[in-house]
Structure formats: C-alpha cells, structure tokens
C-alpha cells in the first residue's frame, strides 16, 4: 500500500522557520511530481508549492514565493518543504501528495495520493 507521511509541523513564532517531511513507502518515487498544500480552517485547500520528477522545476503559490524552497531527496523518498519567514497567515495543516499524470501542477485534483497532514502554527 502507498502511504505518504508527513511531519515537522509544529508551533512557532512568526518570522521562524519549519522544515516539513514528506515520506512514501510502498510505492515508486523517483518518476513521479510531487507537491504540498495546505488547509486552514473554514478555507479550502490550496496549493502551495510542487516539484517535477527530476527535481529541476519547481512551482510556487504567490503568497510563498521568496520564503518556501520544496526539494526531493529521491534515495530517501522524501520530499520536503523549508518554510522560513513564517507569518500567521501561514498557519494551516500542510498535506504532501504524488501527483499522477498529466494535467496541472497547480491542482489538488490531479494528485493521487495524499498524506495525512501535518499541522503548523504561526503565532504573533
């Protein structure tokens, strides 16, 4: 079975830094897109921030360009994301996922396999 696992989400005060993990078992990793959304409450999920197979494109949402860097590790089959500059309104739970083929970067649709989420907490 495929799993996704997150972690590295936490609390932390506003300008701080978090790294989110993102590890698969069960599955292939190296051929396949990989991206992180997230969730705050009342809110649908968005997307922030996905990269290609190969590791040599990378995607941003807007609100994190400058502040977030997603990279994969494809012998650990672990994506990550370094969150630094942290603001509140960056508070959300925080789900990786592989994405299947074809189709946007951009859309929780085109993903197949999602993580259970990891929460993060940005206070004033």
């Known amino acids: 079975q495929v799993q996704l696992v997150e972690s590295g989400g936490g609390l932390v005060e506003a300008g701080g830094s978090l790294r989110l993990s993102c590890a698969l078992s069960?599955?292939?990793?190296?051929?396949?897109?990989m991206g992180w959304f997230r969730q705050a409450p009342g809110k649908e999920r968005e997307f922030v921030s996905a990269?290609?197979?190969?590791?040599?494109?990378?995607f941003y949402a807007d609100s994190v360009k400058g502040r977030f860097t997603i990279s994969r590790d494809d012998a650990k089959a672990t994506v990550y994301l370094q969150m630094n500059a942290l603001k509140p309104e960056d508070t959300a739970v925080y789900y990786c996922?592989?994405?299947?083929?074809?189709?946007?970067?951009?859309?929780?649709?085109?993903?197949?396999?999602w993580g259970q989420g990891t929460q993060v907490t940005v206070f004033l």
């Open positions: 069960g599955g292939t990793f190296g051929e396949y897109d």
């Open positions: 990269i290609n197979w190969s590791g040599d494109r990378t």
């Open positions: 996922a592989r994405r299947g083929y074809g189709g946007t970067f951009y859309s929780a649709g085109e993903y197949d396999i």
